[in-house]
């Protein structure tokens, strides 16, 4: 569904299903941004108070930490909310409306 790490593809390459319709906009980041601070800033906390690492590899090991989950979850989060739109037919993918 995606060529390259976030870009939509026009079709399917599969089904040729129409994706173009989607409208992902910024919801991957902000879901991606929602989790990992959400899972992370908790960690920071009890590694913290648990164990007091050094400030230097307290401070690298998140850093890895958050920007690693974050490049795994983003463009998995795109592909989720794009198969979201497709399943609700959002935005035109389910063609056009029948004319009553
Ligand atoms: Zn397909």
């Known amino acids: 569904m995606l060529s390259g790490y976030l870009t939509?593809?026009?079709s399917c390459p599969v089904c040729a299903e129409p994706l173009h319709h989607q409208r992902a906009d910024d919801g991957p980041a902000y879901l991606t941004i929602l989790i990992v601070g959400h899972l992370m800033a908790p960690l920071l906390l009890?590694?913290?108070?648990?164990?007091?690492?050094?400030?230097?590899?307290?401070?690298?090991a998140f850093t890895v930490g958050t920007v690693g989950l974050s490049l795994y979850l983003l463009p998995r989060?795109?592909?989720?909310?794009?198969?979201?739109?497709?399943?609700?037919?959002?935005?035109?993918?389910?063609?056009?409306l029948?004319?009553?």
């Open 8 to 10: 939509v593809r026009q």
């Open 46 to 60: 009890f590694v913290f108070t648990h164990w007091r690492p050094e400030p230097l590899m307290l401070a690298t």
């Open 77 to 96: 989060l795109k592909g989720a909310m794009v198969g979201l739109q497709w399943a609700k037919r959002m935005h035109g993918f389910g063609g056009a």
């Open 98 to 100: 029948p004319v009553e």
